[in-house]
């Protein structure tokens, strides 16, 4: 069965989970520990999606659990928002080895997936984390420095979307002065929320 008949026909989150778990189509499947499909609330006006599972997420088997993570959680509360607020994914579900950028095969494969799970979660704005994230969904070939604060509309699955790109977490981590970008991403979204 093709990865999206697969996807097209999961009703649930649930659903899409079970039918990931047992979907090979995905070479990074055979290297992962564990599949890390989401955390935060099944349904958000806010989802944000990254790049690919870490070691951290690979080991509990949900994204955004490691350094970068803890990071995210705290620019999240800056804002007025917390795990219980929001929809956290990524562009492909099983962590890479050696944590190197997924392939955009690797993207594409997981792609019907995550339109489908984006269908059902039903944000009004996606927040893409880091250039990995920003080039697959806006099918874009800049850097994340050119593609970053600017609203743009997509569609994913049968769903339009206002998405904001951003840099990445772990990122910042390494280029602390590179957060006042962020701060003024972020309070875009903010406002967004608040229309």
């Not at 055979?30 to 790049?51: D, H």
């Not at 990524?90 to 190197?100: A, F, K, M």
């Amino acid at each position: 069965m093709s990865a999206r008949t697969a996807a097209g026909q999961a009703r649930s989150l649930e659903e899409l989970r079970a039918t990931l778990t047992g979907f090979d189509g995905c070479a990074l499947k055979a290297t992962a520990k564990n599949l890390c499909f989401y955390r935060g609330v099944a349904r958000s006006r806010l989802m944000l999606i990254g790049e690919a599972p870490g070691r951290d997420e690979d080991i509990q088997g949900k994204p955004f659990v490691g350094r970068a993570g803890q990071l995210l959680d705290k620019m999240l509360a800056a804002i007025g928002l917390s795990e219980a607020d929001v929809h956290i994914t990524n562009i492909v579900y099983w962590r890479p080895p050696g944590n190197r950028t997924p392939t955009p095969q690797e993207a594409q494969v997981c792609r019907p997936f995550l339109e489908r799970q984006l269908e059902l979660v039903a944000p009004d704005l996606v927040l893409l984390l880091g250039g990995a994230a920003a080039k697959e969904i806006l099918a874009a070939t800049d850097g994340i420095m050119r593609l970053r604060g600017k609203w743009r509309d997509v569609t994913l699955g049968a769903r339009k979307v206002r998405a904001l790109a951003t840099l990445h977490p772990a990122y910042l981590l390494r280029t602390p002065a590179a957060k006042r970008l962020v701060w003024r991403d972020l309070l875009a979204v903010k406002a967004a929320l608040e229309d």
